[in-house]
Each structure stands twice: as structure tokens, then as C-alpha cells.
């Protein structure tokens, strides 16, 4: 196993498996499992717990294999499915369903770490943090309801949310949840209509106490389902049930949906997530490589707490595939190790960022064509826009004054250059389209 990276491998397998898989079957087996280890020719996979892992092994396994070593080119490759030790002894009964007679198969959703044990509080996401662990506090807090958590992608929203569930799922109370992500709400309600029967939808928001929904943002332009989802979630308010939604933008940013809908996601605790602060990634970092077992050395955590500033999936996708790297050469994580893994990791954000991405951006935002947006038009709606993508490359790529303005159809640096003054002034009067180039920028750094 030297010439590929296992945990990309095992990314290949999954990616195969549900090509090959029932949507519902892969998500409730396969979907949250995650490569662990790698012994000579043993890829080890770890599990939501040992159930499911036992059931992946007599259903997939030789079929997973025979994936792993036809992607790898190696014919030695054998799987190993573990489940979760933190939590050991799930009984199959806990897998398949719970005492109350609700499945609670979403629970197998949830990431094992996604707890907030794991989650590093920091003055980036206090709020939030805050709100989440007082809803799943015993005695409830019914005027956080909803609790509407938003942020930028990778900042940790499903992270908190699923922390909510597992310290329901611990903690025994009796409370029950469902935690769903909307894409799988937008699917159920889709196969509702075409079977002409709806119990399955309600079903999903029945017998719960807890409705945790992710990424509620996926109801944009499902109009059907939202208004479906609105009846369900003033039957669930009304009764006292907590709600729970995440978001990767505030309410009032979700485009076609309802007035009435966007002012119900208000009614409780509206709580961001930005981007945390150096110190706050570090501590990500350390928590990181603790549970790696990892020794690396504190100027190479600082080199990578400073370069990666936008995302923490990023800051913990280094730390993966660097532990991979250091347990495949046996070689120990240093500086050249990190500064190449830094490197191809910025890399494939950087391709992104560029003057056509960025002009497409921003023309969607504005909703006008990018072909205006590069045009000669000098309207205002037109001419604002265009200066605010003129600024923006010049913020985020390294492309000179003369290259842009040669991009916008032949303009001269200066044109350029106040493009970007005018912006950074109306900036500061016009509050909503500071809002939109906010969103534009993070769009562009989150993709
Ligand atoms: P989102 O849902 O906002 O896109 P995730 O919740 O999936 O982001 O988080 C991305 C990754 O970053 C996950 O591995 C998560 O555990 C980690 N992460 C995010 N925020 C924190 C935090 N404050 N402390 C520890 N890990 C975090
Ligand atoms: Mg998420």
C-alpha cells in the first residue's frame, strides 16, 4: 500500500458502493462508516458500533473487497470492519429499533466523535455552542425553538447538531430524536408523491421529541415540501417539541422560501458560526492530533493553525491524511510533511478561485448573466456588480490590476482600482450588499 492513500481509497470503495447500492441501504450501512487504520495489507474500517460493522462484513465484505483491490491494482488487500469501542455492547436491538417502536435507525447517522466533548468552543462559535448544549440540557429550553444554527461549510454545524442526538441517545432519558438531513426529507417526500401516499413523510416527524434537521438550506426551491414541512413544524412546535435546524446561511438568505416559513425559523435562537480565530484552530489541531495518537511538533500545529483559516474540515482533513502518510512510512509528521500536504490541500482551493469563478458567483448572487457582468453596460445594476467581482478577484487572486481589467473587456488598471475603492466605501453605507458579497466569498471559499 504505497503508491495511494487508503483513506482516499476507501473513499473510491463508498463512492462505488452506492453506484451499486438502494439509496436507503447504503446511507443506513455504509455511509457513515470511515477508514481507521492500515496493517501491512489490512485496511481497517470502523463503524457506528459493532453491529452494524458485523452486518457490513457478512453483506459487503467480499464485494467491498473485491472494490478495494480492483481500485488498488492489489490483490492482497483484505477489509477489516470494527465498530465503535467508545461505546461498546449496542445491542442489535438498539441498531434496528428502540423501545418506543420508532426506528431509530437515524441514529446510525451520527459520526461517533460529533460530540461535544469533541467540539472546541471558541468565541467563533460560543453562541451557538451554547444554545445546542441547552436544548439537550434535562430540563429543555423551549424558548430556543427553534434553535437555527447557520455557518459556512465545514465549520461544524452537523457536528453540533449530531452532539445534541448523541447526548440524548447517552444520556437515557427517554427523550427521543430524529435527526435527518433535509436532503433525505426533500427524497422521502418526493417518493411520497409518487406513491400518492404521505404517511411515510409525517411519519418522519412523528413520536419524536427532538426534530434535528441539517442543512435545511436544500428546501430552496422544493415548494411542495416546504409546505408540507411547515404544517409539520407547527404541529411539533405547538406540541412543545424541540426543533433543531442547521443552515449554511440565515433565514432571511434562503431564497423562494415562504415569508411565513423564513419568520417561524426566527421564532427562537438564531446562532451563527464563523470562522474561528487562530487560537481556536490550534486547540481544533491539538484535539485533533490527541485522538490520533499523533506527536507532532508545536511549530508544525502553528504552520497549519495559520495557513488553513476558513475551514475546519480542512484543519481535520491535514490531520487525517497525515497521520495516514506518517503510519504508511513509519516516518514521523514534520514540516516538509505538512507544508506539501498544506500545499495540495490550498492548492484545490486556489483552482477554484478564479476570475470565471468568481465572475460566475457573483453574477448568480446579483442574478444578472456573467456576460453583463464582463459587458460594457453601465447601468447600476449592472455596474455595481461588476465592480464588486473586480474587487473580489483582486482580493482573492493574485491576478494583476492590468489582467483584470483586460478580463472585463479591455478596461485599464485604473477603472480597476476604482472599482475597488467604490465597493470598499459602498461597503460601508449599504449594509445588504455588504450581506451579499459576504455570501459571495462564501460560496466561493466553501464549494
Ligand atoms: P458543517 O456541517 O458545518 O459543514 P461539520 O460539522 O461537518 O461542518 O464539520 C467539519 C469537520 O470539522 C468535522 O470533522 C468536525 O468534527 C470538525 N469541526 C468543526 N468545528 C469543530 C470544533 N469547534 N471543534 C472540533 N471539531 C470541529
Ligand atoms: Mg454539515
Redesign the pocket.
Known sequence: MDNYDPVELWDLCLKEAEKNLERTEFDTWLRNSTYEDVNGSRMVIRFRNSFVAGHVKSRFGPILEEIAREISGRNDIALQFVGDPAKPGPSSREAVGRDNGHSSSDSMYL?S??TFD?????PN?QLAHAGALAVSSDSGSTTYNPLFIY??????????IQAIAHRLRLEGSGRTFRYLSTEYVVGTFIKCVLQKDYSKFRKLFQGIDYLLM??IQFLEGKVETQEAFFHRFNELHQQGKQIVL?S?RPPHELKDLPERLISRFQWGLVAD?KP?EYE?RLA?LM??VKDEELEVGHDVLDYIASSIRKN??Q??GVIHRLAAISRLTGCRIDMNMAQKEIKSTLGTISQRLTPGTITSAVAEVFDISPAQLKGKQRKRNILVPRQVAISLIRELTSMSLKDIGSFFSGRDHSTVLNSIERIQELRESDAELDRKIEEIKRRLVSI
Open positions: 459520526r466523535n460529533y469533541h467540539f472546541v468552543v471558541g462559535n455557518g459556512g461549510v465545514g465549520l461544524g454545524k452537523t457536528h453540533l441539517d442543512d442547521t449554511d458560526i474561528p481556536t481544533i484535539l485533533l475546519v474540515r484543519l481535520s
